[in-house]
């Protein structure tokens, strides 16, 4: 059974960072493409960083430069580094997994950060 579980949401005043953890179980983390996402209150949810197997990332141009999607493997977590945040970042963040055709979400941590 597939579970994602992510932690690190909260409180952030506008210009500081914050670290968001997606703890996966059920699969190998290290081999799958897993994604970042988050959806703002009346909005849809939206691409936020992706990282495949292979280790490549992708970034949406809104946070290309100020986040950064890592791995790490010993504790199979994918993590999202978010530095300079801003409040139009607030929202409730989604780790997302796609294995083996199947796509897999966490319960989202909401994050919200303080003008």
């Known amino acids: 059974q597939v579970q994602l579980v992510e932690s690190g949401g909260g409180l952030v005043q506008s210009g500081g960072s914050l670290r968001l953890s997606c703890a996966a179980s059920?699969?190998?983390?290290?081999?799958?493409?897993m994604s970042w996402y988050r959806q703002a209150p009346g909005k849809q949810r939206e691409f936020v960083a992706s990282?495949?197997?292979?280790?490549?990332?992708d970034y949406a141009v809104s946070v290309k430069g100020r986040f950064t999607i890592f791995r790490d493997n010993s504790k199979s977590t994918v993590d999202l580094q978010m530095n300079t945040l801003y409040p139009y970042d607030t929202a409730v963040y989604y780790c997302?997994?796609?294995?083996?055709?199947?796509?897999?979400w966490g319960q989202g941590p909401q994050l919200t950060v303080s003008s």
């Open positions: 059920g699969i190998i983390c290290s081999t799958t493409d």
């Open positions: 997302m997994a796609y294995y083996f055709l199947n796509i897999y």
């Open positions: 990282i495949t197997g292979g280790g490549t990332t």
